[in-house]
């Protein structure tokens, strides 16, 4: 009796020690991830990565990426892609601006040497998803020792992109309601731009360069925001790479006589509070009817680089300024629940005054 009690007794002490270890290994017992623990996921790219459950640190070789993750959780963050711009620090917690720079790959200017002592337990790059894409990724992951999980940059795919980033850093919520905002918008966007028929398009130039003299034409990524919403991009050029930026002369923008002119805003090194002292463009229709628009580009520019959520504000911004009977949003309340959703920020009165005083209709 007394032997198989102590039998008993020792695989009840056997069974805990094992519970006790399986635990270690695995999880905590106040619900925390170890940090020896593994998480597979599949990226957009089809990969199979395993990277640490537990991720503390994480960070994007693009600044498109770099959104993404700072709209999720910018404590999480292990650093920026550039020095910021003041404009954008306006925007941006004050304990976030001094992230390090560690660097963009598109442009080649990653810091490998800052990027590991910073020691982030996972990277993302979120891009055209293409042969060329995958060639550089291996060779980061090469140099860096650490995987990295590839996502689509398509705007129509966010809400997945969302889904993964959202289980890699334990901010499913968030990213399920982020996500939700992205899909609604896109729906809407889909159906009100299926409303606007062929003659009663708006022809609009898209001015970028420090003379408003580069541009993109329909069918590149850089004027998606235009392509989508129902304008007419009246740019008769080619694509110039991915990097865009097509040279073009003022006579080519006369005979485009566009109805509507968006421009980089002053800060980004763009022409807008020129165009209307040049007197190369006083014949231009746009100018002559005082339909020229500043793009907002704080803390990230509504319509353009990087090609981030900051485009999903774009398209109901620039569906209002050239159809506000169709897209029909109060902008003032628009701009203030995306800055509070995606960028933690409650912009105050004067704040949304500022960020449409010259990109909206008066």
């Known amino acids: ?51 640490p459950a537990k991720v503390d640190r994480i960070f994007s070789v693009d600044p498109v990426g770099t959104i993404l993750l700072y709209s999720l959780n910018p404590d999480k963050m292990a650093g920026w892609n550039y020095e910021l711009r003041e404009g954008e620090k306006r925007f941006i917690g004050e304990k976030y601006q001094s ?47 650490k995987a990295i999980v590839v996502l689509d940059y398509n705007m129509k795919r966010l809400d997945e992109a969302y889904e993964i980033l959202g289980e890699i850093m334990d901010e499913e919520d968030k990213a399920k309601e982020l996500a939700k905002y992205c899909k609604k918008t896109l729906d809407e966007i889909r159906k009100n731009s299926s409303k606007i028929i062929e003659e009663k398009k708006m022809n609009i130039y898209y001015a970028e360069g420090p003379d408003g003299l580069q541009t993109e034409p329909a069918g590149s990524w850089h004027v998606q925001v235009i392509d989508m ?97 169709v897209y029909n949003y109060d902008m003032r309340n628009e701009v203030k629940e995306f800055y509070d959703k995606f960028y933690h920020y409650k912009l105050s009165e004067d704040e949304i005054d500022e960020l449409l005083q010259n990109s909206t209709r008066h």
């Open 99 to 145: 992230l390090p720079n560690l660097g963009d790959a598109g442009k080649e200017t990653i810091n490998i040497e800052e990027l590991l002592k910073v020691d982030p337990e996972a990277l993302i790059m979120v891009t055209k998803i293409d042969d060329s894409t995958l060639s550089k990724v291996d060779e980061l992951e090469k140099q860096t020792g």
């Open 229 to 325: 919403i129902g304008g007419r991009n009246v740019a008769q050029v080619e694509v110039k790479g991915e990097k865009g930026k097509s040279e073009v002369s003022i006579e080519q923008v006369l005979a485009w006589d566009p109805d509507i002119i968006i421009s980089w805003d002053d800060e980004r090194g763009g022409y807008y509070s020129e165009i209307y002292k040049d007197s190369n463009w006083k014949d231009i229709k746009a100018v002559k009817n005082r339909e020229v628009y500043e793009i907002p580009n704080k803390p990230f520019n509504w319509f353009d680089r990087p090609p981030s959520i900051n485009r999903i504000l774009g398209l109901k911004w620039l569906g209002n300024l050239l159809y506000p009977d």
């Open 1 to 51: 009796m007394f032997k198989n009690k102590r039998f008993i007794s020792l695989v009840i002490i056997f069974i805990l020690i094992s519970s006790l270890l399986f635990g270690c290994n695995h999880q905590k017992t106040n619900g925390e991830v170890n940090a020896n623990e593994s998480l597979e996921v599949e990226d957009m790219a089809g990969r199979k990565i395993s990277i």
